[in-house]
């Protein structure tokens, strides 16, 4: 299943709509009105460690200063103004003007300021490894560059495509889309071969993807070990540990995998008791599974579901944040 959320300005005040959204993007930006009125309208959809928004945007302001040192955002955010322009900052730099057509990347370890007065926007939160798959050594001065016509024409239009058929993707799919995203972005920015070490890396992003795989059909297994995985996808367990060597090592990553599961099945609104649900995601008992989950997520798994129940409008805003914190905590 591919997880998603939308938000809309239309049916709402549109002094209680900015709030809605100021609300929605809290854990990320600081939002603030921009020039004229406010709209917005925004999809999206999780592709594992792609989140891909298409997103309508007139009179806002989102900036990110202080925060960088603080709230441990370690994405990137490649951007495309598929209409319209946005007016960018990035750190002491004076304003520039990215149109229609061109890709900006930004890196949430920076400072940056973006004002959107009457745009549509596809934007792409990327893991930083899948980053650095992309760009090599040049990752570092990334921050703030914008990719333009001609060469950022291929990456426009798969960037638009993708967006457009997210919501009916087949989950199958998206490993091998993600790689391709990644693939397509290096070669927007690479004006030669990409390195090998970027060519390295996208090999481990393939190796990644068959781990999430096979974990992905294996979750309710509780003998599920380094061992067993390494010898599922075929890896030796030195590769193994080096390939989850920044996620704290394999078994964390596992048990990581199992409380991503267990917080979409909540946010689903999946009723089956908790005794059950630890045993469909692997865990040793109810109470190993919220002892976890409180550690990941602040509140235990039935308090996380009892969130939901407020009225209609109300859930529907708090599931938007709360799936959107969730996917975050994944991507970074």
């Given at each position: 299943m591919i997880e998603q959320f939308r938000f809309s300005s239309?049916?709402?005040p549109e002094e209680e709509a900015f709030d809605r959204y100021r609300e929605l993007y809290a854990s990320g930006?600081?939002?603030?009105?921009?020039?004229?009125?406010?709209?917005?309208?925004?999809?999206?959809?999780?592709?594992?460690?792609?989140i891909l928004f298409h997103r309508q945007l007139s009179g806002v302001v989102h900036a990110r200063q202080a925060r960088v040192h603080a709230d441990g955002f370690d994405h990137f955010v490649v951007t495309l103004v598929v209409s319209g322009s946005q007016i960018i900052h990035m750190g002491d730099t004076g304003?520039?003007?990215?149109?229609?057509?061109?890709?900006?990347?930004?890196?949430?370890?920076?400072?940056?300021h973006t004002e959107i007065r009457d745009a549509v926007l596809v934007t792409a939160s990327v893991a930083r490894d899948l980053m650095e798959a992309a760009l090599g050594s040049q990752l570092a001065t990334a921050h703030g560059h914008i990719v333009t016509s001609p060469r950022s024409d291929v990456l426009a239009d798969f960037m638009a495509s993708l967006a457009h058929r997210a919501p009916t993707l087949d989950p199958a799919a998206v490993p091998g889309l993600c790689r391709a995203f990644i693939q397509i972005l290096g070669a927007a920015w690479?004006?030669?071969?990409?390195?090998?070490?970027?060519?390295?890396?996208?090999?481990?992003?393939a190796q990644r993807d068959a781990v999430d795989r096979y974990l992905a059909l294996h979750?309710?297994?509780?003998?599920?070990?380094?061992?067993?995985?390494?010898?599922?996808?075929?890896?030796?367990?030195?590769?193994?540990?080096?390939?989850?060597e920044r996620q704290g090592g394999v078994s964390r990553y596992i048990q990581a995998v199992r409380l991503d599961a267990l917080r979409a099945a909540?946010?689903?609104?999946?009723?089956?008791?908790?005794?059950?649900?630890?045993?469909?995601?692997?865990?040793?008992?109810e109470s190993h599974?919220?002892?976890?989950?409180?550690?990941?997520?602040?509140?235990?798994?039935?308090?996380?579901?009892?969130?939901?129940?407020?009225?209609?409008?109300?859930?529907?805003?708090?599931?938007?944040?709360?799936?959107?914190?969730?996917?975050?905590?994944?991507?970074?």
């Open positions: 239309d049916d709402l930006a600081d939002v603030t009105r921009g020039t004229g009125p406010f709209r917005a309208q925004v999809s999206a959809t999780r592709l594992d460690r792609i304003p520039v003007v990215a149109y229609a057509g061109d890709v900006i990347l930004t890196d949430m370890q920076k400072p940056s690479h004006s030669a071969r990409p390195s090998p070490r970027s060519q390295a890396l996208q090999q481990e992003l979750l309710s297994d509780r003998s599920l070990s380094a061992e067993s995985l390494a010898a599922a996808v075929g890896l030796s367990r030195s590769a193994l540990y080096r390939l989850f909540l946010d689903d609104g999946v009723a089956l008791p908790l005794s059950t649900l630890a045993t469909a995601h692997g865990f040793a008992t599974m919220s002892r976890a989950f409180s550690a990941t997520y602040g509140t235990s798994p039935g308090a996380y579901r009892m969130a939901a129940l407020a009225g209609a409008e109300g859930r529907r805003i708090e599931l938007a944040r709360r799936r959107w914190n969730g996917w975050m905590m994944k991507l970074d």
